[in-house]
């Protein structure tokens, strides 16, 4: 039977625009916090129809691949996060979710699994990030029926095309979007963001340059282009007084916050893992807590910020880790302590404190970001549509979402960094950026936003399921399927642990030896039902051996 879910007004626009496409490809570009997942994952399953075909999900990070598979899960739909090149598909899965850099490498291995399938490529300029990768995904994907790429933000490259895109001149300038939902838009709807507000602040700063010579300015001051960086890298020193400055500004706030958004987080992102460190360190000295830190080589940071995102805890820092794709709606303030300032990058930070929350009537959030004329100029453009926003309609804004992180930052040999000194908090010429909005509170009166109801057909029936008992909505909170084979995988493996310590047998043999007992070609390839039925194999083999 058909499960009928609601969308968003965008969400079912683009629903019905994505089935009466004329081309393979579809890109959808919407603000963070819009809900491009559910749009996509909906898109997915109305595509097939009922009929079972390949489904491959790539997406910038490791951590997104078990996101995209969890929430893939509360649409009747199992894809595999874990999958590797040398792993078949399971029976009992829809298809894999990987990342853009597996993509690549793995391009052989996925040109035949996704042959006249369904590609959903996500945040899809990553696909430009490296030509390699750029032809890596064409060739993998190359093959696929269909590919839905989804962006937060419209995008332009002149350098590297990316794959499946329309320009507007050719291979390079604008990208053609077939569907667009922008943040005035998702303003002016209501509940969908949040307005985002820009505390910025002026410094002096002073440096010694690559060539020994002593260098001071303000952001306010023109500096040659060289210097650019280093000015900012130096209002970035944590042993400086510019960044503690803003620090225990941005520690206030979210302070104030909290005695109404109990739950309400702050978020750093940091320039590297040396100065995410030293920022967690001023933190916990300002506000008396310990903040969780996000490096990109720790092997745990997908479990960090999923414990984060469901905790209390106050300030999380982070390097690129929560630039992008991840969900931590209770994030209300965050600090721009990066040297990256492209214009991507900075929308994409942006959307981390973007989603609207369900429940509160007033929930303005704050971006702290230093005074350079080039995060300026990207606050000033998200800014004038949140204000314009606020003319149409005096309810709930937000800001407009984002996309890419390519930065590309100077390396600075020899700089030093001398001293940094906060000179005033910035005030906007509107009045409405670098000061609090609190006399004006913007306030939902509408309630949460209204939803659109929109019948799916059923999900595609997978083999290795008949006994298991049918879910009555395919869209309820069940628990991801590739979790639970994961769990298996490990209890099988405590079996051959055990066995070959009792046999003084290599593990590799008791893998052989199960397998055949159980009628499994490969453990990776193997259903739920064969995973069950191959511990129970290996059980009724430890009774043999131990006579319990």
Known sequence: MATTVTLRRWQRDALIAFADRPLPDFLAVACPGAGKTTFALAAVRNELGGVRR????????????HQWAQAASHF?????????????????????????????????????????????????????????WGDGVFHAFESAGVRLLLSGTPFRTDDNPI????????????????????????????????????PRFDGHMEWMDANGALKEATFRDEVDRADWSARLRTALDIDGNWLPTVLERAASRLSRIRTSHENAGGLVIAIDHEHAREIAAKLSTITGSVPEVVLSDDPKASEKIAAFAGSTAEWIVAVRMISEGVDVPRLRVAVFATTTTTALFFRQAVGRIARWTPGLTTQPAYFFVPDDHRLRNHAASIALQRRHSVEKRPTPETPRDVAELDSREEQLSMFTALSSTVLDEVQAPTGLDGIDPDEAPVHSTAGDLVGHPFDLPPPPPLAGRENEPAVPDALADIRSRFVGKRELRDRNSDRVRTIAQILNWEHRAVNGELNRRSGIFRITEATTQQLEQRLKTADAWLEELTGR
Do not use: N
Request: glycine fraction near 10%.
């Open 163 to 198: 794959p499946f895109i329309r320009y507007t001149f050719g291979d390079h300038g604008e990208a053609v979007s077939d569907f667009e939902y922008g943040y005035g838009e998702a303003l002016e709807e209501g509940g969908v963001v949040r307005p985002v507000y820009f």
């Open 54 to 65: 390949p489904v491959v999900v790539t997406v910038p990070t490791a951590h997104l691949k």
């Open 76 to 132: 009747g739909l199992h894809l595999e996060p874990e999958w590797r090149p040398d792993h078949g598909l399971a029976a009992d899965m829809h298809g894999v979710v990987v990342t853009y850099a597996q993509a690549a490498s793995a391009r052989h291995h996925l040109r035949q699994l996704a042959k006249e399938g369904i590609v959903v490529l996500d945040e899809v300029h990553h696909a430009a990030s490296d030509r390699s």
